[in-house]
Each structure stands twice: as structure tokens, then as C-alpha cells.
């Protein structure tokens, strides 16, 4: 409040003869110049936010050369046509984002709400009455007026809770634009995941079939007496737990459906369509350097704007804790009958000023003070720990990125390779050369490396969601 004091002995120097009592309407509005800037809070905002992080490197670790902005309409860089309509079925159905539209709509109405006191007040009165005695006679009055009152704001209290509340609505509003970020994520990876699921369907069916048909050579070969019963018992063994993984795959294919539903607002059916193959890997985004992050990633934003809020409240406690001026203004007329209400002679009118002093209040006002600046170190130290896990996320992903090509550039050799050598003991089982567990065991292993195939090619498409996710990219 040093500020404000300070515009005020400018006032009383610049115009000596100038008094309260009598021109109090006229210095709050010379005051409002001296009130609490958004500008200065935005820039204290920032710097708070700024200081109590550790020093931003230049680049990424994970993507030194990987330079360039950010993209933007991501979902497209798939080229699916199919997903790009359920990504925005999702952002017209999803229940939870109309929710979130709903609090930012609240949070507006609260900052005009909070705005409002900046105003007078005005407000009409009306009434009537009739009174009588016992003897039967009786009279009527009638009155209608107007009230008007205005709380001066000369140290910004009544502002700078509008601020806040601005504030406030800023970070819902940057809270929801993520929202429909990470929404636009959640159905592409369940897309990806009930396209997965349908393709581990496929493969439980093909190695059911192939294992069915291993079946009928060992009950041939043990009809002419080349096997044995233990070759029966381990191929019926294997036929089982196949029709077993069969069935626990078709589980897997209607939750991953129904999960997909629920984000497109959809009654969970399990009966949506899609793909049966996965869409290629687009090439990955320019990740652009960490310092734009905490001005493009929404939910940072937020954190940022909560951090203006709490700065906006501490000047609004600050503020209750000097003196308050309030004009009020009433008029009207009262008479005896409808006519008569418009006559002069049954006009009044009275305008008063109140000065309200804080003097004791048990350390209430200073109370709020502390509360609010504890608020503020608690949106500062949030606002870190919210930049710090973005810029995790962003790190984790690019090394997911590295990680998950090496393993799958990996994987499809093993499985060439386990291919091979199944083929060649197949070969020699049925020329009698090896025995059935061996070609059972290369089964299983070739069964294993397909379906980790098919699941490294979804987590590659989900690592370029989570990485654009993590950078802030905008899904349209």
C-alpha cells in the first residue's frame, strides 16, 4: 500500500485546498491510476514463477538436434481419417470437457461478479401501506424512491479482487484448452489400443489354428504309432491354453472398445468399429527449446495465472486493512394517494458519505494478509512443480522415442530369426529328426516376438502422442 499512499501525498500537495469530505468522489477517481497494474502483476507473476525454477538448458538432452517449432494439428500427422472424426465426436460428447467448459463459464460469471462492486448500485424501492381503528375508519400511504450507494476504491481492495478473479478464469480457461489437448491424446492411444487388441485377437486365432493343425499330424503320426502319448497330452496342452489366450484376447478387444465409447461419450457397447491395422508412424515432432514451454503448454499457463490470482489477493487483503469511503444517495416520494406521488411537495432526497477506519480487530485483517501470502509461495512452489513434471514429461518421451525404435528394430529380427529356425524344426519334426516339445517351445516364441511386435508399434504411435502432448502442440 506504500504506492497508494504515496499517490495520495502527491494529490494532497498538488491541490492544497483540495478536501475529503468534499470532493472524495473526485480524488478516487485521481486514485485509480495509482491501484494495482495487471501489467506489474503479470511481470511479478512471472518472475516469482521463473526464480524459484533451476536453470532451463538451451536444449533438450534428449533432442539436441532436434530444433523448431512445435507442431500444431498433430492428429492429422497420422493420416487417418477415422481418427481425426473420433477426436472430434470427443471434443463435442465428452462429458468430463463439457464440465470443464461449464467451470469456465462459472469462473467468468464470478470475475464480472467481482467487477460489479466497482460500480454504484442503484436499486428502486417501492411499499405500501394502510392502518385503521376500530370504528372503521382507515388510511393508505404510498412510497417509491431510489437508492444509490458507491464504494469509493481508493486503494484498488475492491480491483484487485476483480483481478484475481480475472486470474482465476484465465487459468480455467487454460486449464480446459489442455483438457481438450489431453482428451484428443486419450482417444488416439485408445484407438491405438482397441486396433492393438483386435490385431492380438488375430494372432490368438492364427496360433490357435496353427497349433489345431499341429494337432491333427500328432494324432496322425500316433495313429501309425510315430508318437506317443506324452506328444498328445503336450500338443492338447498347448491347444487349450491357445483357446484360453483366444478367449482372455476377445476380453481384451471389448474393453479396449468400450474404454474408446466412453471417451466419445458413447454408450460403452463394444460395437464401434475400427481399423484393422495401425496407422503408419509419422516422423517425430520439432521439439523446440524448454524455455517456450511455459509459454505454450496450457496447464503451465494456468499454473502461472493461479500465481497472479494469489499475487491479486494479497493486495486485496493489504487494502482491507485501510480506511473505506462509501457514498450512498436515496430519493423519492411518499403520499396517501397514486396521484399525489409526483408532486414536488412529497419529493426527499439525502446523500451521505461513511468513513469505516479499521481500528481493532483481534488481528483478523493481518490474519488474511498471512493467509494470502502463504497462498502465493504455495502457487509459486505449485507453478515449479508443475514446470518440472513438464519438462520431464517432454525428456522421458523423447527417450521413450530412441528407446522404443531400438527395441523394435530388435524384435522384428528376433522374430525373423525364430521364424527360421521354426520352420527348419518343423522340417525335421516330421521327418522324425527332433522331437515335438522343441517345435512347441519355437512356437511359443514366435508367438511371444509377434505380439510384443504388435505392441512396440502401438507404444511407437503412442510415444509421438505423448511427446506432442508433453510439448504443448495443439491436437487441431
Known amino acids: 500500500m506504500k504506492f497508494a499512499r504515496h499517490c495520495l501525498a502527491n494529490l494532497t500537495q498538488n491541490f492544497p485546498a483540495m478536501k475529503l469530505t468534499a470532493s472524495a468522489l473526485t480524488i478516487a477517481l485521481l486514485l485509480s491510476g495509482c491501484a494495482t497494474d495487471p501489467n506489474a502483476v503479470n511481470q511479478q507473476a512471472s518472475e516469482e514463477g521463473l526464480a524459484a525454477l533451476p536453470n532451463t538448458p538451451i536444449t533438450w538432452a534428449q533432442a539436441k538436434q532436434r530444433a523448431g517449432n512445435v507442431r500444431v494439428g498433430w492428429i492429422s500427422s497420422f493420416r487417418d ?27 467468468q460469471a464470478l470475475a464480472r461478479q467481482a467487477g460489479a462492486a466497482l460500480s454504484p448500485q442503484l436499486n428502486a424501492t417501492g411499499g405500501g401501506s394502510r392502518s385503521g381503528s376500530g370504528v372503521g375508519s382507515s388510511r393508505g400511504n ?3 424512491g431510489l437508492q444509490a450507494s458507491w464504494e469509493l476504491d481508493l486503494w484498488g481492495r475492491i480491483r484487485s479482487g476483480r483481478n484475481a478473479s ?9 486449464e480446459y484448452r489442455y483438457t481438450q489437448h489431453s482428451l484428443a491424446a486419450s482417444v488416439a492411444r485408445a484407438y491405438f489400443l482397441a486396433i492393438d487388441a483386435q490385431r492380438q485377437e488375430a494372432l490368438a486365432q492364427q496360433t490357435l489354428a496353427s497349433l489345431s493343425k499341429n494337432q491333427r499330424i500328432v494324432a496322425a503320426r500316433r495313429a501309425v504309432g510315430e508318437s506317443d502319448r506324452y506328444d498328445i497330452s503336450l500338443i492338447n496342452s498347448d491347444v487349450a491354453s491357445a483357446k484360453a489366450s483366444l478367449v482372455a484376447a476377445k476380453g481384451s478387444k471389448r474393453d479396449a472398445l468400450r474404454a474408446l465409447e466412453l471417451l466419445l461419450g458413447r454408450y460403452p457397447g463394444a460395437d464401434i468399429q475400427v481399423r484393422k491395422s495401425l496407422p503408419p508412424v509419422p516422423s517425430p515432432p520439432p521439439a523446440g527449446v524448454p524455455s517456450q514451454l511455459l509459454e505454450r503448454r496450457p496447464d503451465l499457463i494456468a499454473a502461472e495465472r493461479r500465481i497472479a490470482a494469489a499475487i491479486n489477493n494479497v493486495n486485496k487483503s493489504k487494502a482491507a486493512r485501510l480506511p473505506q469511503i462509501s457514498l450512498t444517495a436515496s430519493g423519492g416520494a411518499s403520499s396517501n394517494a397514486l396521484n399525489s406521488l409526483t408532486n414536488p411537495g412529497n419529493l426527499a432526497w439525502q446523500a451521505t458519505s461513511s468513513l469505516l477506519v479499521p481500528i481493532a480487530d483481534g488481528g483478523a485483517r493481518k490474519a488474511q494478509v498471512e493467509v494470502d501470502k502463504a497462498n502465493q509461495k504455495a502457487a509459486v512452489s505449485s507453478y515449479a512443480s508443475a514446470a518440472l513434471k513438464a519438462f520431464g514429461d517432454v525428456e522421458k518421451s523423447l527417450d521413450q522415442g530412441t528407446v522404443i525404435r531400438q527395441r523394435r528394430s530388435l524384435i522384428t529380427q528376433s522374430l525373423t530369426d525364430a521364424k527360421s529356425a521354426l520352420d527348419v524344426a518343423e522340417k525335421n519334426y ?4 527332433t522331437d515335438l516339445f522343441q517345435v512347441l517351445q519355437l512356437r511359443q516364441k514366435v508367438n511371444s516376438l509377434e505380439a510384443s511386435k504388435i505392441t512396440l508399434e502401438r507404444a511407437q504411435l503412442d510415444q509421438i502422442v505423448g511427446l506432442n502432448l508433453a510439448l504443448g502442440g495443439s491436437w487441431k
Open 81 to 107: 481419417g477415422t481418427l481425426t472424426k473420433l477426436v472430434r465426436e470427443a471434443q463435442s460428447n465428452n462429458p468430463d470437457l463439457r464440465a470443464a467448459a461449464a467451470k469456465v463459464q462459472s469462473s
Open 142 to 144: 404510498l412510497n417509491l
Open 166 to 174: 480475472v486470474n482465476n478464469a484465465e487459468a480455467a480457461a487454460a
Open 430 to 433: 516330421k521327418a522324425g529328426e
